[in-house]
Structures are given as C-alpha cells and as structure tokens.
C-alpha cells in the first residue's frame, strides 16, 4: 500500500474522463439542437 501516486492517479483519471465524456454529451446535444433547428428552418 505504498503507493501514493496511484492513489493521486486514479481520482485524476477519472475526472479527466468525465470531463471528456460531458464535453462529449454537450457536443451531442448542441448537434441535436442544430438538427431540430435544421428540421424547422429547412435550408431548401
């Protein structure tokens, strides 16, 4: 149990991943606003 890096690591990791994944979730929702706008506004 003598390894505080792992243990600074790993909450680190995590929250990077989170992060990644809320950009990722933001991204998606602002692509289907976009979409719903499109479907109301056609361009053609």
Not at 15 to 33: F, M, P, T, Y
Request: hydrophobic fraction near 50%; charge should be neutral.
């Amino acid at each position: 149990m003598q390894r505080p890096n792992t243990i600074v690591a790993l909450p680190l990791i995590v929250i990077k991943g989170l992060g990644l994944w809320l950009d990722q979730a933001r991204n998606l929702s602002q692509v289907e606003e976009a979409n719903d706008q499109l479907k109301l506004h056609p361009l053609v």
